[in-house]
């Protein structure tokens, strides 16, 4: 297996373990009432960890249908396809065969990876945005997914790297 491919292997693993591990915790608060909301009920203040798939189905859950496909899109969707057209085009055969069609593809999907991390930083943001005081505290999935993204963005850079090569390659062939 080239290093390439060991690489798009790579980031496939860790996105598959960021999607499902521990990601976000959620610790309420009820502002200057935390006090008798631990008294009156002191389940509403129990942290709640989420994985990024869950956050979607907790978004779901709660009909946020905008951020569902947001997520789904940037976190989930995106991060597929992308390694995806990366595996196809790291291909030893199809490099000979047809360098360029996918080529194309796979520069404007690659551009996608930071919006991947921008997902999972809305997620921080929104919880951050609940009023009384409520904390998000990120977990190892959280680094795992990036790392995922780290994996993806090398693997980027070493099939532009071969894209070029076959370029100038084909370029010199024709003088």
């Known amino acids: 297996m080239n290093v390439t491919r060991f690489f798009i292997a790579l980031a496939a693993l860790l996105l598959g373990i960021g999607l499902i591990a521990p990601t976000l915790t959620i610790s309420p608060m009820a502002g200057e009432l935390t006090w008798l909301v631990r008294i009156l009920s002191p389940e509403e203040l129990v942290p709640s960890t989420y994985s990024i798939l869950g956050v979607i189905g907790k978004l779901y859950q709660g009909n946020d249908f905008f951020l569902v496909l947001l997520l789904s899109l940037f976190s989930v969707l995106s991060p597929i396809l992308k390694l995806s057209f990366f595996w196809q085009t790291s291909s030893q055969s199809y490099q000979q065969e047809n360098p360029n069609s996918l080529f194309k593809v796979i520069h404007y999907v690659g551009k996608l990876s930071m919006a991947?991390?921008?997902?999972?930083?809305?997620?921080?943001?929104?919880?951050?945005?609940?009023?009384?005081?409520?904390?998000?505290?990120?977990?190892?999935?959280?680094?795992?997914?990036?790392?995922?993204?780290?994996?993806?963005?090398?693997?980027?850079i070493r099939i532009e790297k071969k894209r070029t090569e076959i370029k100038h390659y084909n370029n010199t062939e024709l003088l």
């Open 116 to 156: 991947e991390v921008f997902a999972l930083a809305l997620i921080i943001v929104v919880v951050k945005s609940f009023p009384g005081g409520s904390s998000a505290q990120l977990e190892w999935g959280a680094y795992i997914f990036t790392c995922s993204v780290a994996c993806s963005i090398i693997a980027s």
